[in-house]
């Protein structure tokens, strides 16, 4: 098969894109495979690092008020999807996969204008502009969560999950405990809020930390690499500082060993954490980030929350109070803990990339 990959601009469109490549050339080592990105998003970086073939074109998003920027958007788009177009005619792939983001809409429509098959992968449970856009002559429609498939004409759109959550399922290895001073067998919270780290919830978990330094479960705090310094300076300033049960780190570089290991993860409500989370069958605590384009991690929240897998603390009612009333409520009984558990698990899609994979192969049919 030769194929031509596009997603970009954040690391939720990109690592998709990544563990359904990376599937791929296990499952068919002859695969060949083009990846093209944006000329300023991450995947310039981060693919070809990867070992994929990289091409790229400059796009910019439009802006959500009426603005003379969004003329050179225009002008972009047609430039890119002119120069994708001569991208796709000397590749000659077989079918056009995009997971989102602004830089997939000239690669998928030049691919649609060139007749060749594309399918689209939405990976939030509200459909992003790019994707509705694609999915007018899109074959068939890929999606993490069963609230995307109404989105879609009846019959184009399947549940298949995040390809990323398959990655982390499969992870092998132990994790270190020791390294932490914690202990493998007691019940443990993750609480993160991404590598860079959330200001609030970091916030929230220096104002608690005194009741966490008693709880019968321990905690494993990421602060975020740029954050952590700051975190340290206000547990100073709280004259409290982390009991043996709690250990604040900067970052976790191992995430896929210890997600498996713990009992209860806080943290936003990106899609593909939150595949990862339900493919492992993880009782959450989500703090949707009020920040991102159609305040689309609250409505991935509330999904969970309605299935039971979750409980949501929206930014403007945050504090070290409702966040620790959160997760000491699960922490504490072992019944609730089980359920969510179960419910996790029942929206997880283990073998997402493998599905994914599946749902490509079956357009060239």
């Known amino acids: 098969m030769r194929i031509v990959v596009s997603g970009g601009g954040t690391g939720g469109h990109i690592y998709p894109a990544l563990a359904t490549v990376n599937r791929l050339k296990e499952r068919e080592p002859k695969t060949e495979v083009l990846y093209i990105g944006g000329e300023r998003g991450l995947e310039k970086d981060i693919v070809p690092k990867a070992g994929i073939d990289f091409k790229a074109v400059d796009v910019q998003g439009f802006d959500r008020a009426i603005t003379l920027n969004n003329f050179k958007t225009v002008y972009l788009f047609l430039t890119a999807t002119k120069n994708a177009r001569k991208m796709l005619k000397d590749f000659k792939p077989d079918v056009v996969v995009g997971t989102g983001g602004y830089v997939s809409g000239p690669v998928l429509y030049a691919a649609q204008l060139l007749k060749i098959p594309t399918v689209i992968h939405e990976q939030n ?89 008693q709880a019968d479960y321990q905690v494993v705090f990421a602060t975020g690499k740029k954050r952590f310094d700051d975190v340290q300076k206000a547990l100073k300033d709280h004259a409290v500082m982390p009991a043996g049960n709690v250990a604040v780190v900067p970052y976790i570089s191992n995430m896929p060993e210890l997600m498996p290991k713990v009992d209860l993860v806080v943290g936003r409500a990106g899609a593909t954490s ?92």
């Open 125 to 213: 449970s509200v459909v992003g502009v790019t994707n509705k856009f694609l999915a007018r002559k899109a074959k068939k429609v890929g999606v993490a969560f069963p609230d995307a498939i109404k989105a879609f004409k009846p019959g184009q759109a399947e549940l298949v999950g995040n390809p990323r959550a398959q990655e982390v399922v499969q992870s092998t290895g132990e994790f270190d405990w020791a390294g932490l001073g914690l202990n493998a067998d007691t019940p443990t919270v993750l609480v993160f809020g991404g590598s860079q780290g959330a200001p609030k919830l970091n916030a929230a978990m220096v104002d608690a930390m005194s009741e966490y330094n």
């Open 274 to 365: 939150i595949a990862e989370q339900t493919a492992l069958g993880k009782p959450m605590v989500l703090i949707p980030s009020p920040y991102v384009t159609n305040d689309h991690q609250t409505k991935n929240a509330q999904s969970l929350v309605d299935a039971q897998a979750a409980d949501m603390v929206t930014e403007d009612v945050l504090s070290g109070t409702t966040l620790y009333q959160a997760v000491n409520q699960i922490m504490t009984d072992a019944t609730l803990r089980a359920d969510m558990a179960k419910h996790s698990k029942q929206l997880g899609v283990p073998d997402a990339a493998d599905e994914f994979i599946n749902l490509i192969e079956n357009v060239l049919q």
